[in-house]
């Protein structure tokens, strides 16, 4: 019975992404098979390759930021679990909820703490958002040495600064504060009119583990800097596929208008919001509306809709694979004995350690990431 209803679900889902496919991208598909043959060969075969390589990248990029906070998992089954994500956020918008409940349904069938993937993927967002401002400042600052900054350039750079003060605040107080954390979970409890349920508070202590893992983010962040990068040669490949000559620079440019348009868009994956902003630009500079058309199209067939394919058929496997969960072993981070103070804990199991909140000082337990 439960295998019927994976099943309907599956086909509701591929239907849904099948209608919002065509809603958004029947007339530039048809336009794009219709010219097909004047696309060069090797710039799309170029873009597949680069496409692939992404989906491999934020499969990495989550290695990293598991590993980084004591949880062990191969290359390969965090690629499959980074494109489930990916689908699910494109499909659903959901400021990244939908992906988080990818990555936590997938660490509770193989054992690994829920705290702890919480805070991988906390990481996994934080070290993407780094990314992206930096992308942005790089495009600002082009636009402002070529004369071509516009009012929808600074208003998109005053907005993405206003978030950005907020996503930093928000980032503090949750590492730093954990009292007013708590202040804030008990008053959402009391708006719900629920019995009141403790505070999970594992993923602290994991975000403070990795926090004192420099390494580990360093390589995050040059995997998210990587991803942003890909997708900008994505970008150019397209465009070199319909003979428009673009430079870098500008390419990067583009780039950063998809990814402002498609974080601005209340529809999933910024379906028509992007393909308008991206067309309206090159023409803007120069381009004629068919060749724009057919390199945002195929663009966006790279960058969006191959990797939720992708993400697609893993989640078919995912939720046709019946392994039960197993059993979460808690992970205890201890400090060696003699160690200088501010230095990384070891991550071991082990059964959860009568220990206060917070992090513990040196040759005292962490408590368990739970």
């Given at each position: 019975?439960?295998s019927r209803?994976?099943?309907?679900?599956m086909?509701?889902?591929a239907a849904?992404?099948?209608?919002?496919f065509?809603s958004?991208?029947?007339?530039?598909v048809?336009?794009?098979i219709g010219r097909?043959?004047?696309?060069?060969?090797i710039?799309?075969?170029?873009?597949?390759a680069?496409?692939?390589?992404?989906?491999?990248?934020r499969g990495w990029m989550?290695?990293?930021?598991?590993e980084a906070?004591?949880?062990r998992?191969?290359a390969?089954?965090m690629?499959r679990t980074?494109?489930v994500?990916?689908a699910?956020?494109?499909?659903?918008?959901s400021?990244g909820?939908?992906?988080l409940a990818?990555?936590v349904?997938?660490?509770?069938?193989?054992?690994?703490?829920p705290g702890a993937?919480?805070?991988a993927?906390?990481?996994?967002a934080?070290?993407?958002?780094?990314?992206?401002g930096?992308?942005?400042?790089i495009a600002?600052?082009?636009?402002a040495?070529?004369?071509?900054?516009?009012?929808w350039?600074i208003?998109?750079a005053v907005?993405?600064?206003?978030?950005a003060v907020?996503?930093?605040?928000g980032?503090?107080?949750?590492i730093r504060?954990r009292?007013?954390v708590?202040?804030?979970?008990?008053r959402v409890?009391?708006?719900?009119r629920?019995?009141?349920?403790?505070m999970?508070t594992?993923?602290?202590?994991?975000?403070?583990v990795?926090?004192?893992?420099?390494?580990?983010l360093?390589r995050?962040?040059?995997?998210?800097v990587l991803?942003?990068?890909l997708?900008?040669t994505?970008?150019t490949?397209?465009?070199?596929a319909?003979?428009?000559?673009v430079?870098p620079?500008d390419?990067?440019?583009?780039y950063a208008?998809?990814?402002a348009?498609s974080m601005?868009?209340?529809?999933?994956?910024?379906?028509?919001?992007?393909?308008?902003?991206?067309v309206?630009l090159?023409v803007a500079?120069?381009?004629d509306?068919?060749?724009a058309?057919l390199?945002?199209?195929?663009?966006?067939?790279l960058?969006l809709w191959?990797?939720?394919l992708?993400g697609f058929?893993a989640?078919r496997g995912e939720?046709?694979?019946?392994e039960?969960e197993?059993?979460?072993?808690?992970?205890?981070?201890?400090?060696a004995v003699g160690?200088p103070?501010?230095?990384v804990?070891?991550i071991?199991p082990?059964?959860?350690?009568?220990?206060?909140?917070?992090i513990a000082?040196?040759?005292r337990?962490?408590?368990?990431?739970?």
């Open positions: 019975m439960r209803t994976r099943h309907i679900l086909i509701a889902v849904g992404l099948l209608a919002v065509a958004g991208y029947g007339e530039p048809r336009f794009m097909i043959g004047d696309l060069r060969p710039p799309v075969v170029v873009g597949v680069v496409s692939m390589l992404a989906m491999w990248n989550n290695q990293v930021a598991h906070v004591g949880v998992c191969g390969t089954e690629t980074a494109a994500g990916f699910a956020q494109k499909v659903v918008k400021a909820a939908a992906g990818v990555f349904r997938h660490g509770r069938r193989r054992g690994h703490q993937v919480v805070a993927c906390v990481l996994t934080v070290a993407a958002f780094l990314a992206l930096g992308l942005l400042a600002i600052g082009v636009l040495a070529t004369d071509r900054l516009t009012g350039w208003a998109a907005g993405f600064s206003l978030y907020v996503v930093i605040v980032a503090v107080v949750v504060s009292s007013t708590s202040w804030a979970w008990d409890q009391r708006l719900r629920r019995p009141p349920t403790p999970p594992g993923w602290f202590d994991a975000l403070d990795g926090c004192r893992r420099p390494t580990g360093v995050l962040v040059g995997h998210a991803g942003k990068l997708g900008a994505v970008l490949a397209a465009l070199a319909t003979g428009l000559d430079g620079s390419a990067l440019i583009v208008t998809a990814l348009a601005v868009a209340i529809v999933p994956g910024g379906v028509g919001v992007v393909e308008g902003s991206l309206a090159l500079d120069g381009a509306a068919g060749p058309a390199a945002v199209a195929l663009f966006r067939v960058d191959l990797p939720v992708a058929i989640a939720l046709s694979n019946r039960p197993v059993e979460v072993t808690p992970v205890v981070a201890t400090h160690a103070h501010g230095a804990p070891d071991v082990g059964p959860a350690p009568d220990a206060s909140p917070g000082g040196a040759g337990p962490i408590p368990a990431l739970v």
